[in-house]
């Protein structure tokens, strides 16, 4: 017992002291290696963490994961981290044999196209535990799938986007197998030209396969299937966008533990025989979408069906149905979900043929041409009504009908029917509201986008039943009237959004007292919410939406004093009055959130919202708010996800409590008056913080270095403050994440450190309006930008020829600088470039004349030294609008093809032709 104790107690001191001390040394070495390996030397790669430094714990680098215990190596994510100017990656698979426990290993997207002799994927069987192998995205030919039949450990393996059989790919005709423990198997967009997939998957092999997706490929057929070769646990099966016809089902039925179908836009005709799927007992869902289907053979006896018992799902979307459709699904008797989307069905649909799927609850008709529905009838000629226990959802979105008020009279016989979307439809007549006021069970109705009777409004109640009343889009215009809708009193959700409604809220809205959800968004709403409005008795309200409208809104908001359910308000782009609150009031709600923003005479928060507690998002930006800034809304709510106080007159400090906020995402207080220095817990108060905007404030001392802690930060903009010193070297080595970094208008100095070469995932980088200094901004050669602007700085020397391989750039401003030498012909590879402008440096030369990219709208090349004629740049450019040569030294006449620039404002040259200046603007 006692040794026992002693060699736990030793274990758990090992595992302390290796988990203290961070990744094993071997594997960080490794690691280094296989960087190399990745960047042939040539390039840098987005793995900048991975640096050669022994003191760097390797499983705190990027794209590494490691356990939690022993710190091994468990899992490499090297997608899209090889630079693709490298051209072909053949690897050496031995550089992961290092890591022994290695779990997962993806390598997508890094134009893989083989393997070096002796370096074969077969390595890979070595590591005894990997799992998951990810190399879709590559160029790899099929020769690959022999290397990859050794992986016998593989429980998911993807392809996907490998050009396997491509022509342009020499390849043989190796087929994937032996791999016994894989459970997921996807190969989808591979170029397989295959007539049948057995030949290229020895499926008897998998024999733990449930996942299978080869679609968007070229396969006619699976092949037979023998007798005891089939995997018997497949559940999944992606057959999508191949050539297959209707023979596949002959294959299919030898795979009993299917559960799932997809076979989607392929080549399956005519009608389908319902025996060649009785055997799929375990079927829940089949999509046959984008084929051409006329139907199903019926059913010889409702017995036959019994035996699909578990199918729920049944796409037909897009097909050539017609109008005999539900009778021959009348022995799908499980089904629940049917989409029927886009098809012809020349003639009437039966209700009772739709009624005899009774458990059924969503059928999607929309965007359908049919007559309409019918009813059978009795002996004696009568309609019959058919009950069905379901609670149907019905979509006829945007169809195509002979007479839309028959149909929808013909739907009051359709007793299952608690939901209608009858969006983008043409419901002019009143006959037709008449029809749809007589749906007696009717709970919800979706009326969006269509066009509706003038009358709608006063015509459509009562409605018993009724829930969900959703008119948004329907040109609906003038003020609400005092009856009709007023009569639909069990409404809950009311969405009136996007129309051109005016006036006052009619009093008999205080009437729908069951209403807790309320959109009248972008209308021309007026009138004061005040005491006497009928929101004010509408006490079971929970979330109101009245954006961009003009009603006056008191900012003491007693209006919902006796609102125990609220839980939002939407009132962007209204008018906010002030008025003195007689008593003060404590509100009964918990709002999650409150947006108010853009509201004219909105100069003092509202009270109430000292007691808020349990806000998640809180939008007041774009007013006229004044005084101290209300850190105790911070304090106060410690859930707040979403933050916008920007565009205000706030002044003071930002000050935060030490407590934790894991779910603030987004925080901008730009644009106001604050000042004093950023608060030293801002990032640990805000450990998951991804958007954080600061600029446009008297905000000073140096940037922050704890700003590189933030792992997640996607956008950081500190511009227009006064920041002094150098960009935190902390911040740079952080910044991997970043994708927007604006330090534009501040007092920042410095040179362009080789630490900016860890912001590669960099896409806009302003650094204009600052003191840099240097000669070199090699640092920033690697790093993907799409706008960088260095502009009015004091930079100098020649401008990088590298950023001409940058093509991902669309606007380059390297303008108020001091650069010199030429222009380089490299930049002619910008062909997306909408704005460059290197004015008012000191380059010298003539403009390249293959430099023409096509959607450039702005060229600044004025105040330098360049010379020389303009013969062919920019000839084609016939998208710009600013093009300024002024103050060189060009000579010749200014080129006719100029006037072919028809969406120029600005044209400026100063000229010299003969010793004589000529100036043209217009």
């Known amino acids: 017992m006692g040794k026992c104790l002693l060699w736990v107690v030793v274990s758990v001191m090992v595992v302390y002291t290796w988990g203290s001390l961070g990744c094993f040394e071997e594997e960080r070495i490794a690691l280094l290696h296989l960087k190399t390996h990745i960047t042939n030397n040539t390039y840098e790669s987005s793995l900048v963490s991975w640096v050669d430094d022994k003191r760097s714990d390797c499983c705190k680098w990027s794209r590494v994961t490691c356990s939690n215990i022993m710190k091994r190596v468990v899992g490499l994510d090297l997608y899209s981290v090889r630079d693709e100017r490298v051209g072909n990656w053949y690897i050496n698979a031995t550089v992961f044999l290092p890591f022994k426990q290695l779990n997962s290993l993806y390598l997508s997207g890094n134009n893989l196209a083989g393997v ?18 990810g190399l879709s995205y ?12 050794h992986l016998s450990s593989l429980k998911q393996l993807y392809l996907d986007g490998n050009p396997l059989d491509s022509p342009l790919n020499k390849s043989g005709q190796e087929r994937l197998s032996g791999l016994s423990n894989l459970e997921t198997l996807s190969m989808r967009s591979t170029k397989m030209e295959d007539n049948n997939v057995l030949s290229a998957l020895n ?51 030898r795979l009993p533990s299917l559960k799932y179908i997809y076979l989607t836009e392929n080549d399956i005709h005519g009608r389908l025989h319902i025996h060649d799927i ?31 018992t578990k199918l729920e799902t049944l796409g037909l979307a897009n097909n050539r149905l017609n109008n005999n459709i539900f009778k021959s699904l009348k022995g799908f008797s499980s089904l629940k979900f049917l989409y029927l989307i886009e098809n012809d069905f020349h003639g009437p649909l039966q209700i009772q043929d739709i009624n005899g799927l009774n458990n059924l609850v969503d059928l999607d008709l929309s965007y359908s041409i049919f007559e309409d529905f019918e009813n059978a009838t009795s002996p004696s000629g009568v309609s019959r009504d058919i009950n069905n226990s379901s609670h149907l959802k019905l979509h006829l979105n945007n169809i195509t009908c002979n007479n839309m008020s028959k149909l929808l009279q013909l739907l009051t016989t359709l007793s ?116 006497s409005s009928p929101l004010s008795a509408l006490i079971s309200l929970k979330y109101l939406f009245i954006l961009s409208n003009s009603f006056e809104i008191p900012t003491s908001f007693s209006i919902f004093a006796n609102h125990t359910n609220l839980r939002g308000i939407r009132a962007n782009g209204n008018k906010a009055i002030t008025e003195t609150e007689l008593q003060s009031w404590v509100p009964k709600f918990q709002l999650d959130f409150f947006t108010m923003s853009n509201c004219t005479g909105f100069q003092n928060l509202p ?130 994440s970043l994708k927007i970094l604006k330090l534009s208008n501040n007092k920042l100095e410095g040179e362009i450190v080789q630490e900016f070469g860890y ?65 380089p012909t490299e930049f002619c590879n910008l062909e997306n470039l909408s704005i460059l402008d290197l004015s008012e440096n000191n380059l010298t030369g003539s403009i390249p004349s293959c430099l023409n990219p096509l959607s450039i709208k702005h060229v600044r090349l004025s105040k330098n030294q360049l010379s020389g004629q303009l013969t062919r740049a920019f000839f084609k450019s016939t998208t710009l609008v600013i093009f300024d040569l002024s103050h060189n030294d060009f000579v010749g006449t200014i080129p006719e093809w100029i006037d072919n620039f028809s969406g120029l404002s600005i044209l400026q040259f100063l000229w010299v032709e003969h010793s004589s200046p000529q100036w043209k603007s217009f």
């Not at 590559?138 to 990859?148: E, K, T, V």
């Not at 020649?798 to 030498?821: A, C, D, F, V, Y």
């Open 759 to 823: 912001l590669s995932s960099l896409e806009c980088f302003y650094l204009d309006g600052n003191n840099f200094t240097g000669t070199t901004l090699d640092s920033l050669s690697n790093i993907p930008f799409r706008i960088l602007d260095i502009s009015d700085n004091k930079f100098s020397g020649n401008i990088p020829r590298w950023m001409g391989h940058i093509t991902s750039l669309e606007q380059l401003t390297l303008s108020k600088n001091h650069l010199e030498g030429p222009i």
């Open 116 to 133: 070096i002799e002796n370096g074969g994927f077969d390595k890979l069987s070595k590591l005894r535990d990997l799992k998951v192998l």
């Open 416 to 531: 299952s029917v608690k939901s209608l979307s009858l969006r983008n439809n043409n419901i002019t007549s009143l006959d037709a509201i008449h029809a749809l006021r007589n749906i007696s069970n009717l709970e919800e109705l979706f009326l969006d986008y269509s066009y509706l009777h003038k009358d709608f409004l006063q015509s459509i109640g009562p409605m018993n039943s009724l829930k969900v009343l959703s008119a948004s889009g329907t040109q609906l215009r003038g003020t609400l009237p005092n009856k009709g809708w007023c009569e639909l009193r069990k409404l809950e959700e009311l969405w009136f959004m996007e129309n051109q409604l005016d006036g006052t809220l009619p009093p008999c809205l205080g009437n729908l007292t069951s209403l807790y959800q309320i959109d009248l968004s972008q209308n021309r709403f007026i009138g004061k919410l005040g005491s």
């Open 278 to 308: 009785y055997s799929l007992s375990n079927l829940e869902a089949l999509y046959l979408d984008r084929n051409y289907i006329e139907g199903f053979d019926t059913f010889a006896s409702l017995s036959d069906g019994g035996r699909l």
């Open 607 to 736: 009270t109430f919202l000292h007691y808020q507690h349990d806000l998640s998002v809180l939008d007041i930006s774009r007013n006229s708010l004044e005084g101290e800034f209300p850190n105790w809304l911070l304090q106060n709510n410690t859930n707040l996800y979403y933050v916008l106080m920007n565009s205000n007159t706030f002044t003071g400090t930002l000050e935060l409590l030490s407590h934790l906020n894991t779910d603030l995402s987004i925080f901008d207080v730009s644009n106001n008056k604050l000042s004093g220095k950023i608060p030293n817990n801002l990032t640990s108060t805000f450990s998951h913080i991804v958007t954080l905007n600061l600029s446009y404030n008297l905000f000073e001392g140096q940037i922050p270095s704890y700003l590189g802690n933030s792992k997640e930060l996607l956008f950081l903009d500190l511009s227009n403050n006064s920041f002094t010193g150098e960009i935190p070297k902390e911040l740079l080595i952080g910044g991997s």
């Open 203 to 253: 499926l008897k092999d998998f024999i733990s396969l449930k996942d299978l997706c080869i679609s968007s490929n070229k396969f006619q057929s699976f092949g037979p299937i023998k007798d005891g070769e089939e995997p018997k646990k497949l559940e999944m099966l992606s057959l999508s966008f191949n050539r297959f016809n209707k023979s596949i089902f002959q294959s299919l039925k």
């Open 138 to 149: 590559n160029n790899l030919n099929r020769n690959i799938l022999s290397s990859l039949n």
